[in-house]
Every structure is written in C-alpha cells, then in structure tokens.
C-alpha cells in the first residue's frame, strides 16, 4: 500500500445545497454558522451531525484501485483513518471554511497545534519567519524557542507599524504571521497591508484570528492567506473542548493535512468536533451579545474612579479604532483595563467576584478575568527592549487585565466588577 494522504477530500457525502465555498455569494454567514457542511444522516435523516467515533473505516468495494497489500489509492478512502479525518470532524472543517469563505479547512487537536501544524508545513531549515511581537504567548514561546533549535530564523515585529514589516523582509522570508486584535494586549494589525507585503515579497501570510473570530473579520477576503483559530476559544464558547483549524486555500490546507495531520498527529477527536459544531450554532448571537455587553462593560470602566486606562477596539479612545471600524464587523469579546495598584486589585477580583470568573483563557460563556504583569510577560514570553517595548507599554503599562466577556446580564456583570475592583 502507498501510504499517501487522501489528496482530495470529499464533501462527505455533503448536501451540496448547503454549501456555500465562497462567502458572500450564497446564503448569509449566519445560515452557514448552521448549515455549513452540515450532513443530513442518509439513514435517519437527522438534522444534528452524526458522532463517528470510528478510527477506521472499511474498505469501500469500487472506492479505489486495490493492489495486492490493499488498496493504492488512498484520496478515494478519506476516512480510511481518523487522523486524516473523521466524517464528524470533516463537518466541522467545510463549517469552518464556509464561514472564512476559505476552500478548505483542516481542524487539530489545539489552536497551538493549528498554529504549530502552520510553522512547520511552511518553514525549513535556513527560513526566515516574521512573527507579531505580541501574539499568544504559547505561539510566540514555540517560535522564538523552538524554531531556532530547527534552523529557523524568527524576527519579532511590531505588526501595527507596516513599515516595520516591510523592513524585515529577507530574501528567505517565507511566512508572515500575526494576530489581530493580539492577545493580550488588543493591539490590531493592519491585514490588507501586511498581506500586500507578504505577497510583494514572495511569503505567505497566516493570522491568528482566535480574538476577532469570522463574525467580525474575514481575513482571507483582505488577502491573508491561512487563518488560524483556537476553536477553544469564542468559536466552540463553551469552556469544554480544546480544538484548533486552519482555513485557506486548498493546496495550502492539503500541504498542512499531509505533515501536520499524518506526521505530526495533530488531528482532532470527533467528539471535539461535535461540541464545537454546537457551540458554532449560535457563533453570531453569542459574539454579537457579548460584543454589545463588551462595549457597554467598557465604556463604564473607562468612567470608573478605580481604573485607569481601558483598551476596547471599539473606544473611540483605541488608538486604531478607525482601523477596527473598518476591519472589525464587531468588536469582540475582551477588554483590557489597567488600575493603579494591579497586585491588590487582582487579590481582590479573586476574593470577591461573584458573577465572573478569576481565571486563565477567554472567549467562554462566563466571563473571565486575569491579571498580565508586563514584567512577568517579558520575562516569562515577549523578551521585548526598546521601542517594542515601550509601544507594549503604551498598551499594557505595568500589567492589564483581561476580562473576556461572557453571557451574563451586563448590569449583573458591572455590579460584580464595580464591589471587586472598588476600594
Ligand atoms: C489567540 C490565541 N491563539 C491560540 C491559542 C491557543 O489555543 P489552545 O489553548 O486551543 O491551544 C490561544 C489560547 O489562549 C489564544 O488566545
């Protein structure tokens, strides 16, 4: 048997009147939320996706060329082997591409792992990657201490200065990637601009777009061309599955399955692929109430006697909030806010938040807040001197919270924050 990777996926047995590849020239995002890739169970006609815990699939008669130890041609048999893919997980791949108006998707285990799966499909020995300065701090870790150690040179960039960017282009520069709005400190990146960059100097462009999510931004329509989410985050919502995709173009997504998927065994479980379908069902809703709730939890920390500076796209006071407008449908679910003496105010929050939550990661549907010490961040992940630094610092100060809005009543959210960050 050829041990090749299926090259050309199915729609899996799709309706294909549900699928939309490209977005904007069918049904709305919001029907593909719930209708992309959704496949009707041929023997039930169930309208919720069917879980395939299968590993393997048997051999279909007539599917493909057999040889003498099995069959040669694997792209007829896509589901001959879970990691591959899965009928399930395959689902939520065409869902995810249909809402990024991508041609395909692949989903992983993790978002680190989709972030991982990206470095090392598309970086080799003696190759130059251009990396956000400020991005999740598990992506920054894994390119600044682990891609050396391959021969992979990394340049950390200030992405909101383009003519940065442009700066740092070498002849082997092969990949660009960034975040927007970047974790923690929602600094935005220009996309366009740094895809027409990416694409004048021959590399590609990848985005961790976990923050923005598809209801605010569709990076791939701006020129970027691999958009990377953690599905861990705002996309499945609900605190209870780790997953993680990259939307892109067809060959890109085929190059990344075949290492990252069959190699590098990054694939996801099935039963992580039906939670974060469900979790997907209600993508717009959730992201617009939280969005709404965000702004409004925002705007009252900003007049609030405790705090002393608030960091929302959609402030008029962000200091790229035309950019937001103008790439950002919505503005999302996390804010940032610095108060004066951070180490007894995140005592405090931990002590007597009642409705949200003291805690690590975001985009869940209870809302979430932590403290980031910029000492702690530079010492622990970014290592940023200098002007990289200081522009840190125009953001962050000494150390921001981030709060990740969730699905409460906001009045029950600001009266929870009002007591636990007031003297
Ligand atoms: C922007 C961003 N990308 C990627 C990740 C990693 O995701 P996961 O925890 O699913 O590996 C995170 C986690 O916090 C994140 O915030």
Redesign the pocket.
């Known amino acids: 048997m050829t041990v090749t990777r299926p090259s050309d996926l199915p729609a899996c047995g799709i309706d294909q009147r549900r699928v939309v590849p490209a977005a904007n020239t069918g049904p709305s995002r919001e029907t593909l939320a719930l209708n992309g890739g959704l496949v009707i169970d041929p023997a039930t006609k169930a309208i919720a996706p069917n879980i395939s815990m299968s590993v393997n699939n048997v051999f279909i008669p007539g599917g493909g060329p057999f040889s003498a130890d099995g069959v040669d041609d694997l792209t007829a048999l896509p589901f001959l082997y879970a990691r591959w893919t899965n009928p399930t997980v395959r689902q939520l791949e065409q869902r995810l591409a249909a809402l990024e108006g991508a041609d395909d998707a692949m989903a992983t285990a993790?978002?680190?792992?989709a972030?991982g799966a990206t470095f090392f499909t598309f970086l080799k020995k003696g190759d130059h990657l251009i990396l956000s300065d400020v991005?999740?701090a598990?992506?920054n870790e894994l390119a600044r201490r682990i891609l050396p150690d391959y021969g992979i040179e990394v340049t950390p960039v200030n992405m909101s200065r383009p003519e940065d960017v442009a700066a740092a282009f070498r002849s082997n520069t092969r990949l660009v990637h960034c975040?927007s709005p970047c974790?923690p400190i929602l600094r935005l990146t220009d996309l366009a601009a740094i895809a027409e960059l990416a694409r004048k100097h021959g590399a590609l462009m990848s985005v961790?777009s976990?923050?923005a999510t598809p209801v605010a931004t569709q990076p791939l329509l701006l020129g970027v061309d691999l958009v990377?989410?953690?599905?861990?985050?705002f996309i499945n919502g609900h605190g209870d599955a780790?997953?993680?995709v990259v939307c892109g173009r067809k060959e890109l997504v085929e190059k990344i399955r075949s290492r990252a998927g069959v190699y590098l065994g990054a694939s996801m479980p099935a039963m992580n692929a039906w939670l974060i379908m469900r979790g997907i069902d209600t993508l717009f809703p959730r992201i617009r109430m939280i969005s709404e709730s965000a702004a409004k939890i925002a705007a009252f920390l900003q007049g609030h006697s405790a705090v002393e500076a608030v960091t929302y796209p959609g402030l008029a006071s962000h200091p790229q909030h035309d950019l937001a407008k103008h790439q950002m449908d919505v503005f999302g679910g996390i804010v940032t806010f610095r108060v004066k003496n951070p180490g007894q105010v995140a005592r405090q929050l931990a002590e007597r938040l009642k409705v949200a939550h003291y805690t690590f990661?975001?985009g869940h549907q209870r809302s979430i807040v932590v403290l980031l010490d910029t000492q702690e961040m530079m010492k622990s992940t970014y290592q940023l001197t200098g002007k990289q630094l200081e522009d840190y610092r125009r953001f962050a100060g000494d150390g921001v919270f981030r709060l990740s809005v969730g699905l409460e009543a906001t009045d029950d959210l600001l009266v929870d924050l009002d007591q636990a960050i007031s003297d």
């Open positions: 993790t978002g680190v792992a972030i991005c999740y598990g992506a975040e974790n961790d976990t923050l990377i989410h953690s599905l861990t985050k780790l997953g993680g990661s975001l």
